[in-house]
């Protein structure tokens, strides 16, 4: 029987990426990554929560080195970009770049994968965030899933664990629709790059949440998520 991993961190992108395939792919692992990063509590306290309603086993797990090697403002004390700062978004992807995060974070994915037979790999990689973050992309995921045909070994399901990014495809105000057309939880949403137990409404992770919601006409949503 087929069976899945996703890496999740509670964001629109992966939690909408497990409501898809969670039964399609037999999604029963979730891992969440401490990096040190400003919202890692609140991404963690998420993603229990996300796991207990879709009833999958989640494991968090640390990274303290990637903090140490991190400068951007995603992690340090430097203040996150907002505003007009969001106008240049090459310039605002470097504020808050981890060095090889989704690399890691995959290449991790697929020791747990080669190690207990895991199929697939679900990453929440889509079109908008693919445009400013090569990480994001088709080509990276296809350059994995060449990389796990040398670094995993065949299991009895399948030749090795591949990659599979549902959202690829999506712009942020399509994954919203997705969400509320397949009924996907988005009151569990956390995706705040400040942290705090509650979205800041200013940052570019809820900057392109909001649009979307409101591209959406998702009310209720906003209240409930947004401070104001």
């Known amino acids: 029987m087929i069976k899945s ?18 039964d399609k792919l037999n999604i029963t692992l979730a891992l969440t990554f401490d990096y040190g990063q400003k919202s890692a509590q609140d991404e963690i306290n ?39 700062e969001l106008d ?37 990689a889509n079109k908008e965030e693919g445009q400013t973050f090569p990480d994001n992309t088709q080509d990276f995921i296809d350059a994995v899933n060449n990389e796990f045909l040398y670094s995993t070994m065949e299991n009895k399901n399948s030749a090795h664990p591949k990659i599979v990014a549902p959202l690829i495809n999506y712009v942020k105000n399509d994954i919203v629709m997705l969400a509320l057309s397949e009924k996907i939880p988005l009151e569990m949403v956390m995706s705040c790059y400040r942290g705090g137990g509650r ?5 570019e992770s809820c900057t392109r949440l909001r649009h979307a919601l409101e591209y959406n006409h998702a009310d209720k949503y906003i209240k409930l998520l947004f401070d104001n």
């Not at 991993?5 to 992966?14: E, R």
């Open 5 to 22: 991993i996703i890496l999740l961190s509670a964001g629109l992108d992966s939690l909408v990426s497990l409501g898809l395939t969670k």
């Open 46 to 84: 998420a993603s229990e929560k996300i796991c207990k309603y879709y009833n999958i086993e989640h494991k968090v797990i640390k990274l303290d080195f990637l903090k140490e090697i991190t400068q951007t403002s995603i992690v340090s004390d430097k203040n996150l970009p907002s505003g007009h």
């Open 88 to 124: 240049n978004p090459q310039e605002s992807a470097k504020s808050v770049w981890v060095p090889n995060r989704n690399g890691l974070f995959l290449n991790i994915a697929g020791s747990y994968a080669d190690s207990y037979g895991f199929d697939n790999i679900i990453i929440g």
């Open 199 to 203: 979205h800041c409404g200013i940052c």
